[in-house]
């Protein structure tokens, strides 16, 4: 269970970076975006690892306070970046 975790997470970082590409050549983004973006990908990062991890080991109630504690801000950080730092400087 856990080996398919780190491979599903390998797939999900690849797909970010991807994502990651394509924003930075649709979008004008500034060094605040670019950090909002790193810090929102490794909270979620930490959150996926955090919530598997603990639902694979018999603990879902440790895996419901990663998903809360990690998972929350970063869809927060996410929905407001997305709206104050990227969306605003489309590129023509």
Do not use: D, H
């Amino acid at each position: 269970m856990m080996g398919l975790m780190w491979y599903l997470m390998g797939m999900g970082t690849t797909a970010a970076l991807w994502g990651y590409l394509y924003l930075r050549r649709s979008y004008r983004l500034g060094a605040a975006a670019n950090a909002v973006l790193l810090c929102t990908f490794a909270l979620a990062w930490l959150c996926i690892g955090w919530s598997w991890g603990s639902f694979a080991e018999g603990e879902p109630q440790s895996g419901a306070m990663g998903l809360m504690c990690f998972g929350l801000p970063t869809l927060v950080m996410a929905v407001l970046s997305w709206r104050n730092l990227i969306s605003p400087y489309k590129q023509a």
